[in-house]
């Protein structure tokens, strides 16, 4: 069965989409720990990050890193930080966290957005695409 994240990528999911090429996408996270936080996924549908080919792995990493340059520009924070977990979904993602202290990047504090706010903050970060 595909992934969520696979069902975003052929839009039978909505999101609220950042940017994306041939190989990749970047999303918002629906659940964020920050404003901004962003998911960035490759299309093929992997589980691990590791078990990725190496030219893969290497170009999701510079794909994350256009993406997290465009969110440092769009959202006031002190830098932004790169997770991978992958417990909930497996289908691999780097998560770009806006962070000012350690607690950004826990994953227990979690932060309400309104679909407007979603919407504008994709908006923004796109802008610096
Ligand atoms: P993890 O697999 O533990 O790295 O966490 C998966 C992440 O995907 C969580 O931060 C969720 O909030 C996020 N997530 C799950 N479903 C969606 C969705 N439909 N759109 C955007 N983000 C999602």
Redesign the pocket.
């Given at each position: 069965m595909a992934s969520?994240?696979s069902k975003?990528i052929s839009g039978e999911?909505p999101?609220?989409k950042i940017h994306e090429d041939d190989n990749f996408l970047a999303?918002?996270?629906?659940?964020?720990?920050a404003l901004g936080?962003t998911?960035c996924i490759p299309k093929k549908e992997i589980d691990q990050i590791f078990d990725l080919d190496d030219e893969t792995l290497s170009e999701l990493i510079v794909f994350s890193k256009k993406v997290a340059n465009a969110i440092k520009k769009a959202v006031v924070c002190e830098r932004v930080g790169m997770?991978?977990?992958?417990?909930?979904?497996?289908h691999v993602?780097v998560?770009l966290i806006p962070i000012n202290n350690m607690d950004d990047m826990s994953?227990d504090t979690k932060i309400s957005m309104t679909e407007s706010q979603f919407n504008e903050t994709m908006n923004k970060i796109k802008s610096y695409i």
């Open positions: 969520i994240f975003i999911i999101s609220f999303f918002l996270d629906i659940n964020p720990n936080h998911l997770s991978v977990i992958g417990l909930e979904v497996p993602h998560h994953f």
